[in-house]
């Protein structure tokens, strides 16, 4: 009797643990939510006939919150949120989008943008995908030079 009562009050443990590491993490999301960014400024990426629109929010202790438009040549358009951090003058961030009017499936990739002056420049870099989620390979490289979009400031335009 002792050893079910024992085993009843560790499961209990272990769900009221984890049902609060749930909460702090749902409420860290919500706070970068609705916290009030510290600057606010939009980019411009042409390429051919590409053109990607970014909107960065800049908040407190490096993280960042945005939105992102890619209209892309026989593609359709992208549309989505980033949010991430800067690591140095390197801002890594998760892009989560849903591509033309199929709203049923989010898709989310990592990206990473160089800073570079008051421009971004968008790295490619080996992406691997465990368990559904997609990061960049650890060890590799992310390439900066030999790339297609480079983002310039703009002017932010509601939309």
Known sequence: MKKTTLFCMFLTCITFVSCNKKQSQKSIEDQNLTEKPVSVQCYTAIY???????????????????NMEMKLLNMPIKVGKIS???????????????????????????MAFLKSGNDFILGNGKIVTYLG???????????????????????????
């Open 48 to 66: 051919e006939t590409d053109t990607i629109d970014l909107k960065i929010n800049t908040l407190k202790n490096n993280k960042i919150s945005g």
């Open 133 to 159: 989620a997609s990061y960049f390979a650890k060890g590799e490289s992310i390439d900066f030079e030999n790339v297609k979009y480079k983002f310039n400031i703009s002017d932010c335009v509601q939309k």
């Open 84 to 110: 991430g951090e800067f690591r140095g003058d390197t801002l890594f961030a998760d892009y989560s989008f849903i591509q033309g009017t199929n709203d049923k499936v989010v898709f989310k990739n990592p």
